[in-house]
């Protein structure tokens, strides 16, 4: 297996995950809930993920 480059980008850091995980893009695609070529397009860098938002952060606790 490949080691993850230090500097890696959002992209290749999922391409690294899926394929560690043995799985597919249509698998990981399905799961995400896009297509499998939106997916391949983030992978590459030349899409960006949609922005995801997350309450309850660790940084806003009281």
Not at 17 to 31: C, D, E, K, M, N
């Amino acid at each position: 297996m490949m080691a993850l480059p230090q500097r890696a980008d959002v992209g290749q850091r999922i391409r690294h995950y899926r394929i560690r995980s043995g799985r597919t893009q249509a698998a990981v695609a399905g799961l995400c809930g896009i297509t499998e070529d939106y997916l391949s397009r983030i992978e590459r860098s030349s899409k960006f993920p949609p922005h995801f938002s997350f309450s309850g952060s660790p940084t806003n606790s009281a």
